[in-house]
């Protein structure tokens, strides 16, 4: 079994929708977790993190941890045709740990 | 705008070839990474690095070599390429952790590597 497990999609939304991403993961040591966005042909740029259950907002998203049921979610609202790229979780243990990616899920918006 | 480079952006070679894909840093940091990454799978760590003249292998095993003699420069060399090699390269580097869960990989734009 994976650690960490994400739809790759690809996911197709029209512009305004709210687009719900999604990992879930195995090992319940992993206690920090982060989204990456991954422009194409480029590399992935770190977009939220955070190290509780419960819900983190900066703008138009919202990142979610249910540590209980393993479980992350990454909300974008009023979705833009600019959202369009991969979006990669990841998870670690901590700062002397290496993240563990899934395997990112492909989102377009379209105008 | 990135702050760390990869060269070259593609590259397409023939089996056997020797090969080195560059990485530079400017912003200082201590620790750096190479990763690779296939359509559809997660992105793997292949190599790392903590400071100059520190190396370690990466949880997916690689035929690649890194060296670590400047702290700004992370090269990649592979000594004789092979079809199974044909991946895209993404370097990182990190700052030194400030919080528990450490601090932001900064990643180039990878190298696209083709092995005929």
């Known amino acids: 079994q994976k650690e960490v497990e994400q739809d790759p999609g690809p996911l197709s939304v029209p512009e305004g929708a709210i687009v719900s991403l999604n990992c879930t993961y195995s090992?319940?040591?992993?206690?920090?977790f982060m989204w990456y966005r991954q422009y194409s042909r480029k590399g992935p740029e770190l977009l939220m993190y955070?190290?509780?259950?419960g819900n983190k907002e900066d703008g138009r998203f919202t990142a979610q941890v249910d540590k209980s049921s393993k479980y992350i979610s990454l909300f974008i609202r009023d979705s833009q045709p600019s959202d369009s790229a991969t979006y990669l979780c990841?998870?670690?243990?901590?700062?002397?740990?290496?993240?563990?990616f899934g395997k990112g899920t492909l989102l377009t918006v379209n105008p | 705008e990135a702050d760390i480079y990869q060269t070259p952006r593609y590259l397409v070679i023939g089996t056997g070839k020797k090969i080195t894909l560059e990485c530079s840093q400017t912003?200082?940091?201590?620790?750096m990474y190479w990763y690779q990454q296939d359509p559809g799978m997660e992105l793997h760590l292949i190599h790392y690095?903590?400071?100059?003249?520190?190396?370690e292998k990466g949880d997916l095993s690689s035929e690649s070599t890194v060296s670590r003699i400047r702290t700004e420069h992370f090269p990649l060399t592979l000594e004789s390429a092979r079809p199974s090699h044909t991946s895209q390269y993404l370097c990182?580097?990190?700052?030194?952790?400030?919080?528990?869960?450490?601090?932001?990989?900064?990643f180039g734009n990878g190298t696209r590597l083709t092995v005929t």
């Open positions: 690095s903590y400071g100059v003249n520190s190396t």
């Open positions: 990182a580097s990190s700052a030194p952790a400030l919080t528990g869960w450490g601090s932001p990989l900064h």
């Open positions: 912003m200082g940091h201590d620790k």
């Open positions: 090992n319940s040591a992993f206690q920090y």
């Open positions: 955070t190290y509780s259950s």
């Open positions: 990841a998870m670690n243990r901590g700062s002397n740990y290496k993240l563990t």
